[in-house]
């Protein structure tokens, strides 16, 4: 009896729903996806959330951009987002990338 009570209070804690910090947590963290975006889309949609960044209170931006399979240049986007924030790279801590052409920027 006293395992499942266990098991029922981990459950409380690591669960979003129950604990507020993750949820809060969540709150802060905003993902964009820029599949089927021309580039110059892209960069303004990105713009204007490193812009409201700090308005928002924003911790982490997830930039899914696509590793460019149907695309004849590869991963266009990808390439010209990564470009153009490090050129911003004054408005994030931190960027990071992932074998799947996201990129992840910490606030």
């Known amino acids: 009896m006293k395992n499942e009570r266990e098991k029922f209070l981990n459950l409380l804690e690591n669960y979003p729903v129950f604990n507020k910090e993750k949820k809060e947590e969540k709150r802060n963290v905003k993902k964009i996806d820029l599949h089927l975006h021309t580039k110059l889309e892209a960069e ?3 713009d204007m959330i490193l812009k409201s960044s700090t308005k928002e209170n ?11 399979t ?19 790279k004054g408005k994030y801590k931190k960027i990071k990338t992932d074998k799947n052409n996201n990129i992840y920027l910490y606030f």
């Open 70 to 88: 149907h695309s004849q240049d590869g991963p266009v986007i990808f390439k010209h987002i990564k470009e153009f924030l490090i050129k911003n």
């Open 58 to 68: 924003l911790k982490k931006l997830i930039i899914i951009c696509g590793k460019g």
């Open 44 to 46: 303004e949609k990105i």
